[in-house]
């Protein structure tokens, strides 16, 4: 059964393009309810440790590089099918192959620098979410 949990992180281009605000209304706007949030700069190392499951992919040190660039803003968010919704609601990886309407369409500048992050399934929303919320919400 699906748990009504997901974790998404706005990533450092759309900080920096001032996408936060128009984001956060889109996913609001879609039915969800923010539990926990906040800003945080992380090291490159902390980077690391967050996207390991990649660390034998080509562009792994591109990523880690790009995610410790400047400030991203983690979100645990709540919603029925959480997970599942909200992986349509970003749209594809690369944007230029997203569907129209979607947040990484609306808002990436492109594949590696692609505005949100989305969890791919309930047990990795839940241990992405432990990771920027110990203390759970
Ligand atoms: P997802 O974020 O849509 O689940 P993943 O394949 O899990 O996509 O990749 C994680 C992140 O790594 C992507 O969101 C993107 O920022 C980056 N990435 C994926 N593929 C490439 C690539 O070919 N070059 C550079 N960065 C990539």
Redesign the pocket.
């Known amino acids: 059964m699906p748990t009504n949990r997901t974790f998404t992180m706005i990533?450092p281009d759309a900080v920096i393009d001032g996408f936060t605000g128009p984001i956060i209304q889109q996913i609001e706007e879609a039915g969800y309810r923010i539990v926990a949030i906040k800003k945080v700069h992380l090291t490159p190392e902390e980077a690391g440790k967050f996207?390991e499951v990649?660390k034998e992919?080509p562009?792994y040190g591109?990523?880690c590089e790009?995610m410790s660039s400047n400030p991203i803003i983690p979100m645990i968010l709540e919603k029925e099918n959480a997970v599942a919704d909200f992986r349509e609601l970003i749209g594809?990886?690369d944007p230029a192959k997203a569907a129209e309407g979607t947040i990484r369409k609306r808002f990436a500048r492109s594949?590696?620098?692609?505005a949100i992050?989305?969890s791919?399934s309930d047990e990795n929303a839940a241990i992405e979410g432990a990771f920027f919320f110990p203390n759970g919400n």
């Open positions: 990533k996207y990649h992919r562009f591109e990523l790009y594809a990886t594949l590696s620098s692609n992050h989305g791919d």
